[in-house]
C-alpha cells in the first residue's frame, strides 16, 4: 500500500498535489512519501514482533538524508556498504551500534572509520578482508565485532544482476570454507565473531530460496556453536520483493516471511538482523515527470517524457517493469499503446515499451511508480542532464530534500589544466 492516490480527478502524494509540486520544484523530481516510508517500516518490523530483532534499512536503496532521518525516528538502524553511506547513516541520527557494515571492498580507511564510531558489526566476505580487518583493528587497539558473510549457494530466482547467493556471485565466503574461517577469526586478536550473515539477492518474490539459506545458515550455526563459538546473532540480509507489476508480481507478504524466519529459527536463542531496502522505499516512492512530445513512428506512438535513464537507471540496467500513471485521473478505460522514452541519446533509454495507456497529451504529467529505491541514488548527470531533485512529502508539507543543482555547479567540478587556461 503506498500513498499516491487521486483526489478530485488529480494525483496526490498525500494530501499535496503532484501539479503543486511539479510547478514548484519543476520535473523531472522524486517524490517520497513520508507515510508509506513510515508504514512499510513499522508493518515489517511488526512481522518480527516476539522475537529480538534489529531492522537495519539498507542505506544503499535511498540515501537521502531526509529519508534515513524519518526511519531513524521510527528506530531503524542500518545496513551500509561504504564510508559515505556510514557518514550519512550517523548524521540521520541512527546509532553507531545499529549500524552493520556489508560490501565486498571495503578499504582499510573505511574500516578504521567504522570502528572509530562504534558499529554493531562488520559483515565481512572474504579471508584477505578479515586479515585487514584484524590488523586495522590491532593497530587501534580495538576488536571488531564480525560476522562471516557466507554463500549458501542458493538460486534467488531474481534477475541474474541482483542475484548474491550462487557460488559464481562475487558474494560471501564459500559454503564449504565457512567452519575453517571461523576457526581462523579466533586466533585473531583484533576480531570477535560475533553471528553470521546471509543476502542471496533482491527484488525475490518467491519464500522457497530465502528458507533453503536460512535452514542451512540455521545447520551452519549449529554447528559453530558446537565447536565453541558464540554465536548470538544471525544477520538474514534483505531481499524481500515487491509488487512492480502487479499482474505479474505477488511477493510474499511481511507477516508470510517473518513467519517463515519464526518457524526456521524461532527456537535458535539469537538475536537476528534484516536488512529490508526496496521493501521500506521502494512503494514508498514515484518519479514525476512531464510529457514533452508524442511521435508518431512508424509502427509505434513514443511518448517522449523529461525523466531519463540517467534519473531512474532500472529499466536499462535490470529491464524492470515500473507502472506509469498520469497524474491527472484517465477519465475512461480508452487506453492506446505506447513506447515511454527519455531525452538521453541512447536506445536504452526506455521506460515501457508498448504499455497500454491512457492517451496523453504533451505538457501532461505522468508519475513513474515504485521509484523510490534505486531510484535517485543510482541517479547520474549523464548527457550533462542536472542531477535529479528529490522532494518529501509530510501529510500536507513538503519539502525539497536534494534541490536540483545548476548547470553551472556540475560543470564546476571540472577544472582546466594550466596549459588550457586562457
Ligand atoms: C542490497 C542489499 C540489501 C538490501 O536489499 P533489498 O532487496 O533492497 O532489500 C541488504 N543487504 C545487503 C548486503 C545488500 O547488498
Redesign the pocket.
Known amino acids: 500500500m503506498d500513498h499516491f492516490s487521486y483526489q478530485n480527478g488529480e494525483m496526490f502524494a498525500e494530501n499535496v498535489s503532484l501539479k503543486t509540486i511539479a510547478r514548484e520544484v519543476g520535473t523531472p523530481v522524486y517524490v517520497y512519501s513520508t507515510a508509506t516510508l513510515v508504514r512499510h517500516f513499522k508493518v515489517f518490523s511488526e512481522a518480527f514482533s516476539g522475537l529480538d530483532a534489529l531492522v537495519c534499512f539498507?542505506v544503499?536503496?535511498n540515501s537521502n538524508q531526509a529519508v534515513l532521518a524519518t526511519l531513524a525516528a521510527e528506530g531503524a538502524g542500518a545496513?551500509v556498504?561504504s564510508e559515505g553511506e556510514l557518514i550519512r547513516a550517523l548524521r540521520a541520527g541512527i546509532p553507531a551500534d545499529k549500524i552493520v557494515f556489508?560490501g565486498v571492498g571495503k578499504k582499510a580507511g573505511e574500516m578504521a572509520a567504522a570502528l572509530k564510531a562504534g558499529i554493531k558489526q562488520f559483515?565481512v566476505e572474504s579471508e584477505p578482508e578479515l586479515e585487514v580487518l584484524n590488523s586495522v583493528a590491532e593497530k587501534m587497539g580495538l576488536i571488531a565485532p564480525v560476522s562471516v558473510r557466507v554463500n549458501p549457494d542458493v538460486d534467488a530466482k531474481t534477475h541474474h544482476k541482483i542475484a548474491?547467493g550462487k557460488s559464481e556471485n562475487k558474494f560471501g565466503i564459500a559454503w564449504s570454507k565457512a567452519e575453517d574461517v571461523y576457526a581462523r577469526i579466533a586466533q585473531l586478536p583484533g576480531l570477535r565473531a560475533t553471528g553470521v550473515d546471509v543476502?542471496i539477492g533482491?527484488?525475490l518474490t518467491d519464500l522457497g530460496p530465502f528458507k533453503a539459506a536460512f535452514e542451512k545458515v540455521l545447520g551452519l550455526v549449529k554447528r559453530l556453536r558446537a565447536s565453541g563459538h558464540t554465536i548470538d546473532h544471525i544477520d538474514l540480509?534483505?531481499?524481500?520483493g515487491i509488487p512492480y507489476d502487479p499482474a505479474e508480481e505477488s511477493p510474499p507478504s511481511p507477516g508470510l516471511y517473518g513467519a517463515m524466519i519464526k518457524e526456521v529459527l524461532g527456537d535458535m536463542d539469537c538475536s537476528i538482523i534484516l536488512?529490508?531496502?526496496?521493501?521500506i522505499a521502494g512503494n514508498a516512492g514515484i518519479l514525476l515527470s512531464e510529457l514533452l512530445y508524442v511521435k508518431q513512428g512508424e509502427d509505434r506512438i513514443f511518448y517522449i517524457v523529461d525523466a531519463a535513464m540517467n534519473d531512474l537507471l532500472r529499466p536499462a540496467m535490470y529491464d524492470a517493469f515500473h507502472a506509469i500513471q498520469p497524474v491527472d485521473e484517465p477519465q475512461s478505460d480508452h487506453t492506446i499503446a505506447a513506447d515511454f522514452v527519455g531525452p538521453v541519446c541512447e536506445s536504452g533509454d526506455t521506460f515501457a515499451t508498448g504499455r497500454q495507456t491512457p492517451e496523453l497529451e504533451p505538457g501532461d504529467l505522468v508519475t513513474v511508480k515504485s521509484a523510490g529505491?534505486y531510484g535517485a541514488v543510482l541517479s547520474s548527470t549523464y548527457n550533462t542532464r542536472e542531477l535529479v531533485p528529490e522532494v518529501l512529502v509530510n501529510d500536507d508539507k513538503y519539502a525539497v530534500v536534494r534541490a536540483r543543482p545548476s548547470i553551472d555547479d556540475l560543470i564546476g567540478l571540472d577544472k582546466l589544466p594550466d596549459w588550457l587556461t586562457r
Open positions: 539498507a544503499k536503496a545496513d556498504v556489508s559483515n548474491t543476502h533482491s527484488q540480509g534483505g531481499g524481500l536488512e529490508p531496502g526496496r521493501l529505491a
